[in-house]
C-alpha cells in the first residue's frame, strides 16, 4: 500500500515536472492507473489516493473487477483490443473505450449502448508504430474511418489513442507521438474542433508523449510494479 501511494507520487510529480517542460498545464493531463493483472486491493488502495477510473485491456478481467468493486464506485476504461461478439458487455461496466478500430464493431457497440440508454466516448486506436502486432488502424485510413462513425449516435468520438513503437529508440518513439498529434491537427481542421483526447504515453514513455500533446497517460508498471502473468 505505500509503495502503491508513493509511486503514484513519484508519477504524479513526473507528470507535473513535463507538463511545466512542455509550458502546459497539469490539470491538461489525466493519469489512467492501468490494473490489468492486479487484484481489487490494488485498486482499493489507488481509490483511497482519489483515482476513480481504471484502464483494462481485456473485457473478461475487467467484467470481473468491476464487478468486485461495484458498490465502491470505480469507473473502467477498456484500453485495449476488443472483438466484436464481447461488445455487449461493456453498456454494463464501461465509462470508455479506446480501442476503436474497426466500423463493425462501432456498429455493434453503438446498438448495445443504445439499447441501455447510454453513450460511450470512444477513442480511435492508430497503429503509428507500423508493427504487425499492434492493433489500429493505419495513419491514412483514420480520416476515412471517422467519416464512417458519423451515424453511430450512441458513440462519442472524443479523440485518439496510440501504443507507441516498442523500442528503446527516443527518436522512433517521438516519430509516434508526432504523427497522433498531427492526425488530430488534420481532423481538427477538417470537422471544426473536437477530439480533444489524446490517449498516449505508457510508464516507458509517458514524459515524452506530454510533451508531444498527451491527454491521458495508461501507466500501469510505474505505478504497482512490474506485471507478473500467471504461468498457464
Ligand atoms: C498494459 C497497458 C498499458 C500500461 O503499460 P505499462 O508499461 O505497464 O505502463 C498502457 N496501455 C495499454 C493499451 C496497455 O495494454
Redesign the pocket.
Known sequence: MTDIAANFAAVEARIAAACARAGRSASEVRLLP?T?TRDADAVRAAMALGYRRF?E?KVQEARAKAEELASEGAEWAI??HLQTNKAKYLPAFAAEF??LDSVGLASELDRRFEAAGRRLPVLVQVNTSAEASKSGLAPDEVEGFVAQLAPFQALEVAGL?T?AANTTDEAAVRACFTQLSELQRRLRDAHGGGFDELSMG???D?EWAIEHGSTCV??????FGP?VYPTA
Open positions: 492501468v490489468k484502464g485491456n484500453i485495449g479506446q480501442a489513442m501504443i505508457m510508464t516507458g509517458f495508461r501507466i500501469g508498471t510505474a505505478l506485471r
